[in-house]
């Protein structure tokens, strides 16, 4: 046997499955080089794992750092020098390592299924408020890409409406971020995504499926409310930690699970009930404090309940709806709140009319192929 035989293989440092080009050295050692990568080995410590020739591959015993190759006189003269190449752990030792496997799983899932959520709540006040808004503007434009890009809705007349209607909302929610931004995007989507930073994008058919402004203007407050309670916050936090822990399992510690997660969590929140029915009780607070019909939003979100063939169900998706959330919403609006109207006619007709005159109709339900999914 000749000393010193090398080839050309492929280096896995067990933390991911990228593979790292290096050069493997046999001499009375094992030696493995490449950018980054120096590693020296005993050879009474390899052992190889089962392959299909001619690729051999070998590691360390209790490493997970491995090195493959396809040279047959290396992989012919690593095993006449190495007598435990192929020993094989006995089967208690295999099932000490299953079980062992399992637990470390089981255990990733419970803290991401108890443990996220628990940290996520005390980690938000942690959280500036600058970071926050920063956080708020990356994720918008995730969002946006998304959803395909969806034009921005300007119209002066009815920006101008709704710019009022919201320094109203927010003069009277003091408890709110500062510096709220809304949006109004033309989407065939009846929804509102609310995100950190106070940073609220609503979808045009929103507006178009509301009969009144006070049944817009109650979504909007509800949305305020997910605001001041730092709900996107909480939830974009618990979404990354459970895909980073995900990733953990899985090997990928890229960070592209992580971002992928962040943006979808921001298009279908999935708050808690309890989130909603808080949200609810500041939107109707709201509501009251400025002179609107807090009832109006039980009213809208009931309909759109009812309508299960449409793709306003959007709304719903993120915000699940109840009868007993309804029968709450009404009962603190109060029964004079059926009287009160937040925007005069005329105003309303310009809100209506922000993304273009076309856009005052509901936009019909797409078909879509089987299989795909337009909504958030």
Not at 7 to 19: E, I, L, N, T
Not at 117 to 132: F, S
Not at 200 to 216: N, Y
Request: aromatic share 4%; proline share 6%; with cysteine.
């Amino acid at each position: 046997m000749a000393a010193g035989l090398t080839a050309q293989g492929r280096y896995f440092d067990g933390a991911s499955a990228r593979p790292h080009p290096v050069t493997v050295s046999l001499t009375d050692r094992l030696a493995v080089s490449g950018p980054g990568i120096s590693r020296d080995w005993n050879l009474l410590d390899l052992r190889a794992t089962e392959t299909v020739p001619p690729l051999t591959r070998v590691g360390a015993a209790g490493e997970a750092a491995r090195v493959e190759f396809s040279d047959e006189a290396l992989a012919a003269a690593l095993a006449a020098r190495c007598p435990d190449l192929y020993r094989r752990e006995s089967r208690g030792g295999t099932l000490r390592l299953v079980l062992w496997s399992v637990a470390a799983g089981l255990s990733v899932l419970l803290v991401a299924v108890f443990g996220v959520p628990v940290l996520a709540r005390l980690a938000v006040p942690l959280v500036p408020d600058a970071a926050e808004t920063r956080l708020g503007r990356a994720v918008e434009e995730q969002v946006v890409r998304l959803l395909n890009e969806p034009p921005l809705c300007t119209d002066p007349a009815g920006r101008a409406v709704l710019d009022a209607l919201v320094a109203r909302l927010a003069g009277a929610a003091p408890d709110l971020p500062r510096d709220v931004a809304v949006s109004v995007r033309r989407n065939g989507l009846a929804n509102a995504l609310t995100l950190p930073g106070a940073r609220i994008v609503v979808l045009s058919d929103l507006i178009a499926k509301a009969r009144s402004a006070d049944e817009f203007a109650g979504v909007l407050a509800h949305e305020f409310g997910h605001a001041a309670l730092r709900d996107p916050t909480r939830s974009l936090i618990q979404a990354s930690a459970t895909s980073f822990l995900l990733s953990l399992v899985l090997g990928d510690l890229t960070g592209s699970t992580v971002i992928v997660a962040v943006g979808q969590a921001a298009l279908s929140a999935g708050y808690s009930r309890e989130a909603e029915r808080a949200a609810d009780a500041y939107a109707v607070a709201l509501m009251n404090r400025v002179g609107g019909n807090g009832a109006a939003l039980a009213a809208i979100l009931e309909r759109i309940a009812r309508d299960e063939g449409e793709d306003d169900l959007a709304f719903l998706r993120s915000h699940p709806f109840t009868r007993e959330r309804a029968a709450a919403i009404r009962a603190q609006a109060g029964p004079e709140a059926e009287a009160k109207r937040i925007l005069s006619e005329a105003e309303w007709a310009s809100l209506r009319a922000i993304c273009g005159p076309d856009a005052a109709k509901p936009e019909k339900s797409r078909r879509r192929r089987p299989g795909s999914d337009a909504r958030p």
